[in-house]
């Protein structure tokens, strides 16, 4: 992983974004953890659908210390307000689907925005986006769940041109998307009841499994999708 410098977490009040800050601030490699959910009070609160918010938070970071060296995106929206990922057709509701696009591609789109261009050059760097398998084209053999899976398919798309153009910034950049698995969380919480106990991880594993994966990446890989176990997925 990368050393001193700050670390970013944005989605921090969640279950795997939680986890994640407590892990970086326990590992101690950086100098600040920066913690920014829309639960939490100001200046820390952000809402990534409001683009003077995500600006307010990246202003933040960039006149509190040193530069991040990781910056960490933990959102994500798959069911909300008895609102559940469609099963057929008819369950296709235009505001439903804007909603998925605004907190799963835009918001994170606005995060790349306003906080890539504060990772520093010529270091080893991370930006990296929680992405999910059920995103891939290729993977898709069950379909359903129309507005989850092309909102982060579109994420992938995101994330693949990010990479290409942080690459010409700082060639040593990291930009990749991560599937965590299944994590015992409020997110997964009504999909659990098929998903085995040695499917199902706890936050602070799933935490150290996506950190562990980072660490072992390389610019090389920029710009691809990857397991929390270090597998690739493909688009």
Known sequence: MTEHGSAVIIGAS??????????????GRHDIIHRFARSLPAPHSVDITD??????????V???????RLVFVATGLLHADGRQPERKLADIDPDWMARNFAV?????ALIAKYFLPLLPRRERTVFAMLSARVGSIG????????????SKAALNQLVRGFAIVEAR????????????GTVDTDLSAPFQR???AEQLTSAPTAAANLLRTLGALTPAETGRIFAWDGSEIIP
């Open 14 to 27: 969640g279950g795997i974004g939680a986890a994640l800050a407590d892990a970086l601030q326990a590992d």
């Open 51 to 60: 683009e003077a918010s995500v600006a307010a938070a990246a202003a933040l």
């Open 62 to 68: 960039r006149d509190s210390g040193p530069p991040p």
């Open 104 to 108: 799963n591609t835009i918001g994170p």
């Open 139 to 150: 993977d898709n053999r069950s379909g359903g769940w129309y507005s989850y899976r092309a």
């Open 169 to 180: 910034r700082n060639p040593d950049a990291i930009v990749v998307a991560l599937h965590p």
């Open 194 to 196: 098929g998903v085995s």
